[in-house]
């Protein structure tokens, strides 16, 4: 368990306490969000490889002498973390590239990687004596919320764009939660939550706004960091869309490096759909900050026009010597079934849009022939079984006849 020290402002590096009231910077408002920072010294002679070797918590939960967590007692039983990194040589190979590894965050409990993002928030609600939950989502960090809030006996309020996918919501109405579908794009959801959650006094689970929440999203770092056996990538991979999760990559390695676990920040790269491409856009430009606008993308996790924690994503892929990359929606869905079929990892469109941006970058010769690549799938394909089903042919219909089925397998 680790008491935060100060709360920082990545734009001016102004400096706050951690109070539960304090979400963003004062001088900068809603862009000027903060990072979680600790005492690296006393932590290094806790956190040590030694000690994570010994220890029998196979969970995200495995680093909590890093993460703002003040009571084990207020970890929910879920458990989160420590998803499988699956070594490819097949699609190493058919890319030529050195080794090629993919990360299945699709495997946590509401199936995918916002639930390292939910986990901790649930547990700063509960120590800061809140009993309501809120956030806006696209779907995965709404459905994520919802699940972790039922666990913690926390209510939760969920704001989503009036056409999110079917089964995300229908998740959402499992577990409990109060759901608002918002008439509207997510920048529209965004604004009535923040609206809601001020009035009502709620706690912000908004990644983008809540300090707190990147703390659980770059334990997914520290496990591929600590999978490889320390021996970090030299670039990852990662959908973008409201940049918290390519922000959360970056902090993660960056803490293990300021920890002496790692001796490389490994260059990061944000993958976008080509609908909904700001953060892109303000990368290929050398822009200080990111133009807001329309989205229009397949991949609903990512469909983001108006990214709030675009100062994190910025930062992420600037100081690893990354890159943005964008993708078109005919190639996300393209990388559903290759994916799945090679390393049997199903993705939903987000989730797969890390890889569909490697393949276009080794494809395009921008990946060296002896570099090692991490791919995070953020997502399960069973998120969105409709566009799943775009991307591949129909069953064969038969009866229940082997002549007919000899027949229809000879012209099939």
Do not use: H
């Amino acid at each position: 368990m680790a008491r935060p020290e100060i709360l920082k402002c990545v734009l001016c590096g102004s400096e706050y306490s951690p109070e539960p009231e304090r979400y963003v910077c004062d001088r900068c408002g809603l862009d000027g969000t903060l990072d979680v920072l600790y005492d690296i010294d006393t932590i290094k002679k806790k956190l040590t490889k030694a000690s994570l070797s010994k220890t029998k918590d196979m969970s995200m939960w495995r680093y909590r002498d890093i993460m703002p967590i003040l009571n084990d007692v207020n970890i929910p039983t879920l458990s989160v973390g420590w998803t499988p990194l699956y070594e490819n040589k097949k699609l190493a190979s058919k890319y030529g590239i050195g080794k090629l590894y993919i990360k299945d965050d699709g495997r946590n409990p509401t199936a995918s990687l916002k639930d390292r993002a939910s986990a901790v928030g649930v547990v700063k609600a509960v120590e800061f004596g809140q009993n309501v939950i809120a956030c806006a989502s696209t779907g995965n960090a709404a459905s994520s919320l919802s699940g972790f809030a039922a666990v913690s006996g926390l209510e939760s309020y969920i704001f989503v764009p009036e056409k999110a996918p079917s089964a995300k919501v229908t998740q959402l109405l499992v577990y409990g939660a109060n759901v608002v579908l918002v008439k509207g794009d997510y920048a529209q959801a965004f604004d009535l939550a923040t609206s809601a959650i001020n009035k009502f006094g709620w706690y912000n689970r908004n990644c983008a706004i809540n300090p707190y929440l990147v703390e659980g999203k770059k334990t997914c770092a520290m496990e591929i960091a600590e999978q490889l056996d320390w021996d970090v990538p030299d670039r990852v991979f990662i959908s973008v869309g409201d940049g918290c999760c390519i922000g959360g990559l970056y902090k993660g390695f960056r803490d293990l490096l300021d920890l002496g676990l790692i001796d490389r920040m490994p260059k990061i790269t944000g993958v976008q759909a080509e609908g909904a491409s700001p953060i892109y856009k303000a990368i290929k430009e050398n822009s200080a900050k990111v133009m807001f606008g329309d989205a229009d993308t397949i991949a609903d996790s990512i469909s983001v026009g108006a990214p709030r924690n675009w100062a994190k994503a910025l930062r992420a892929i600037r100081k690893s010597d990354g890159t943005a990359v964008t993708v078109a929606d005919e190639e996300i869905l393209s990388a559903i079934p290759e994916l799945a079929r090679a390393s049997g990892v199903f993705g939903e469109p987000a989730g797969v849009a890390g890889f569909a941006g490697f393949r276009k970058m080794a494809l395009a010769g921008e990946i060296g022939l002896d570099e090692t690549i991490a791919v995070v799938v953020t997502g399960n394909g069973l998120k969105d079984i409709e566009s799943a089903k775009k991307s591949v042919g129909r069953a064969m219909l038969c009866a229940p006849d082997i002549e007919e089925f000899s027949k229809l397998i000879a012209s099939y």
